[in-house]
């Protein structure tokens, strides 16, 4: 089993910066993936980021140049840095991991609200 526990989502104006950070506990392992999906009421979840513990990366196009996805293997931390936050960026912000050898996500975190106001 594997936990994960979500920080630092909010309120915060256009044009604005959030980080968000996710802990995880448990059965981590050493070789996985980590990420960030997103959810606004009514829509499915999309993948904002995701990083290897290699330090690969990939974004989703809506958020690339503005978010940076980040790890502390160490720590086991996943940290979202969001830049140029936009309206359109609200949403429940979701930590996930899976290991390296599957392709669908094995855990999800409770969800963060990340509210941007115009």
């Known amino acids: 089993q594997v936990q994960l526990v979500e920080s630092g989502g909010g309120l915060v104006q256009a044009g604005g910066s959030l980080r968000l950070s996710c802990a995880a506990s448990g059965r981590v392992g050493s070789i996985n993936v980590m990420g960030w999906y997103r959810q606004v009421p009514g829509k499915q979840r999309e993948l904002v980021a995701g990083i290897t513990s290699g330090g690969t990366t990939n974004y989703a196009d809506s958020v690339k140049g503005r978010f940076t996805i980040s790890r502390d293997n160490a720590k086991k931390t996943v940290y979202l840095q969001m830049n140029s936050l936009q309206p359109e960026d609200t949403a429940v912000y979701y930590c996930?991991?899976?290991?390296?050898?599957?392709?669908?996500?094995?855990?999800w975190g409770q969800g963060t609200q990340v509210t941007v106001s115009s």
């Open positions: 996930t991991f899976r290991r390296i050898i599957t392709a669908q996500v094995e855990y």
